[in-house]
């Protein structure tokens, strides 16, 4: 298991760029039993850990020497410098089982593509799951060889899951599909039919929005 040290840090708020001037990024972790704290790792370590297990595998944090299992969640990163500036760490019970996303990885060709100029239409990129923290998988693979003619797809019930592994959605949910290719005068009224789009709230970013006030209540203290 990927392992990353961090310590406790009493610095919070606009003050924590000092941290970042010397190589640590801010923090927080937080999770089911244990008080929520403010901390600090290295960037470099931390840039490495995440290479390494990505958002869906168990890291063990050593917080100023005592470890957690956790789960590295909401990555905050430089608008411009594309660098992460805050991460949030997920302490997990390893005998609950949890709903991760898992990030999916396209392999494979599609015979649609290939021979009849179908366009290929990813509508996941990743899926939620659900099973005990140490049956998280990694990433999920998706084979666009069931993409074999136009109009096919791949729906969540045809992903093979590990044992212990269970998908949230549903299973006539679709992952990926193959498309008729368009005329040039299909296109041209796609485009001048693009018009105003709705603004829709989901679901995921309400939560991200209950995460992000608590985060800040913590940077407070």
């Given at each position: 298991?990927?392992?990353?040290?961090?310590?406790?840090?009493?610095?919070?708020?606009?003050?924590v760029?000092?941290?970042?001037?010397k190589?640590?990024?801010?923090?927080?972790?937080?999770?089911?039993?244990?008080?929520?704290?403010a901390?600090?790792?290295?960037?470099?370590?931390?840039?490495?850990?995440?290479?390494?297990?990505?958002?869906?595998?168990?890291?063990t944090?050593?917080?100023?020497?005592?470890?957690?299992?956790?789960?590295?969640?909401?990555?905050?990163?430089?608008?411009?410098?594309?660098?992460?500036?805050?991460?949030?760490?997920?302490a997990?019970?390893?005998?609950?089982?949890?709903?991760?996303?898992?990030?999916?990885?396209?392999?494979?060709?599609?015979?649609?593509?290939?021979?009849?100029g179908?366009?290929l239409?990813?509508?996941?990129?990743?899926?939620?799951?659900?099973?005990?923290?140490?049956?998280?998988?990694?990433?999920?693979?998706?084979?666009?060889?069931?993409?074999?003619?136009?109009?096919?797809?791949?729906?969540?019930?045809?992903?093979?899951?590990?044992?212990?592994?269970?998908?949230?959605?549903?299973?006539?949910?679709?992952?990926?599909?193959?498309?008729?290719?368009?005329?040039?005068?299909?296109?041209?009224?796609?485009?001048?039919?693009?018009?105003?789009?709705?603004?829709?709230?989901?679901?995921?970013?309400?939560?991200?929005?209950?995460?992000?006030?608590e985060?800040?209540k913590?940077?407070?203290?």
């Amino acid at each position: 298991m990927t392992e990353l040290n961090a310590q406790s840090r009493t610095i919070l708020g606009t003050k924590v760029k000092t941290l970042r001037t010397k190589g640590l990024l801010p923090a927080v972790l937080y999770g089911e039993g244990i008080e929520s704290k403010a901390i600090a790792t290295s960037f470099v370590d931390f840039e490495r850990a995440f290479r390494a297990a990505g958002e869906s595998t168990l890291v063990t944090l050593n917080v100023d020497g005592k470890p957690y299992n956790v789960l590295i969640h909401d990555v905050a990163y430089h608008p411009i410098k594309g660098q992460p500036i805050h991460a949030d760490f997920y302490a997990v019970r390893m005998d609950k089982a949890i709903i991760a996303t898992v990030p999916l990885q396209f392999v494979g060709e599609s015979g649609a593509v290939k021979t009849e100029g179908g366009i290929l239409v990813k509508v996941m990129h990743e899926m939620e799951v659900e099973a005990l923290p140490k049956d998280l998988p990694h990433e999920l693979h998706v084979d666009l060889a069931l993409l074999a003619a136009l109009d096919s797809k791949v729906f969540v019930k045809d992903i093979k899951l590990p044992n212990g592994v269970e998908a949230t959605a549903d299973g006539d949910e679709i992952i990926a599909l193959i498309e008729t290719p368009r005329s040039a005068e299909e296109i041209e009224a796609l485009d001048q039919g693009a018009g105003e789009v709705a603004e829709v709230k989901t679901e995921a970013e309400e939560k991200r929005a209950v995460k992000e006030a608590e985060k800040e209540k913590i940077e407070e203290k």
